[in-house]
């Protein structure tokens, strides 16, 4: 079945670059995995999944616990080591079942991840001391979760090992963490990744603001130049030609879901880098959870549907909006063809997973919508996206 050529989506679906998220002084009052001094940034969430578990020594043999609700983004990294993947369940509110887990657990156990998803924590002190009891790696993927705290902890500093996915919340091409509070990391070794892609990070954001109308006059420059920009290309690829079959960026950059091994043990580019390291956190996190909240209050209701988590918990700050819905088959391709932004995670789960596995991530692979609530959107697009919405739902229900 070949997929549909979707339009672009005609509201950002994703952070943008502008004058308001990184205009002010970086402040501390809001709980951050940034925040973690013994850091490295990466290309992406799944490249630092990768750096964790071969940092922690995962082999062939091993085995590797892993939620069934997943992207191949979070399986790739075990297997490129050669370990086994095993699959835990998820409870319907998306907490991890640790009794699932624990009769999962053999002697070859060697790592557990544990996600926190749409931004939403998981609470960890359980499965902490079952990983300790164990002397089992505990690996605390915060890909959806740059902010918030988790059993009263910052994010991230339960893990033996945390993640992070930056391009999820940032306006940036690509970007990643790995970080531990008990584990020194200083001797996980990066490079820096080539000029060519150092350029293509940097016009990549700018282009993608200039799409979306940001920017002001800067932004009208800029597009005008980018009529320059396929011929810059080709000439910056005949200075370097790819001799090692390396592509211009990492295929978690273009929405791919494979593990790049030539990504793995590169660091972010220097212009992504100044845009996490400057950015205005606190605003990035109250305006999330306003828009969050402005969602809530108009989809809460929607026919057929319900949202996956029914209020917003202190110190949250979310990914996504999630929305259960009850007919997807009804709504999704008409919401993707007329320019919604919407999709959802995990809608390819691995071939192991079914429904004898984990029941509730089958179903939610199809039918939780995801809809973005970052904090580059205007009141006027989030208005036109949730008018969109009721709109296709009436019109099929």
Known sequence: MSTPNFPA??????????????????????????????????????????????????????EVLIPAYHCEAMVAPARWLGATTIFYKI????????????????????AIIVTHYFGFEQQLQ?????????AIVLIE??????????SGQPIGT?????????MKFLPIYEGGLICSTSRDISDIKLSSPSLIFQIKSAINCLEA????????????????????????????????????????????????????EAWIHKTMSIFSDRIVRNAELSYMAEQRRQNYQTLHQSL???????????????????????????????YFLTLKMQGVPVWRFGEFLDAAVTKDVCPISVEYSKHIFQ?????????????????????IFSDKS
Not at 91 to 110: W, Y
Not at 126 to 134: N, S
Not at 141 to 150: I, K, P, Q, Y
Request: net charge neutral.
């Open 91 to 110: 409870n319907p509110d998306t907490s991890i079942q640790l009794e699932d887990i624990d009769a999962k657990i053999t002697s070859k156990t060697r």
């Open 371 to 391: 809809f973005p609530c970052h904090q580059s959107l205007t009141p006027g697009e989030i208005d036109w996206m949730l008018n969109k919405i009721k709109e």
């Open 9 to 62: 989506p005609s509201i950002p679906p994703s952070a943008l670059l502008d004058f308001v998220t990184n205009k002010r002084p970086v402040k501390t009052d809001v709980p951050s995995i940034l925040s973690i001094k013994d850091a490295r940034f990466t290309t992406s969430g799944r490249a630092s999944i990768a750096l964790a578990l071969e940092h922690a020594n995962i082999t062939t043999g091993d």
């Open 158 to 166: 339960t893990g033996d090992y945390a993640v992070a996915s930056c």
């Open 126 to 134: 359980q499965i902490r001391a079952l990983c300790t009891k164990h």
């Open 300 to 330: 809460q209701t929607l026919p057929g549907c319900h949202p996956l988590f029914p209020a917003l918990p202190d110190h949250t700050v979310p990914w996504v909006y999630p929305l259960y819905v009850s007919h997807p088959e009804k």
């Open 209 to 260: 603001a200039v799409f979306y109308h940001r920017l002001g006059l800067l932004g009208r420059l800029i597009n005008a130049s980018f009529k320059l920009k396929d011929k810059l290309w080709a000439f910056l690829k005949s200075l370097k030609p790819d001799r090692q079959g390396i592509g211009l960026g990492p295929s978690s950059s273009e929405g791919g879901f494979g593990l790049d």
């Open 141 to 150: 993927d915060c890909a959806h979760a740059l902010f918030g705290l988790s």
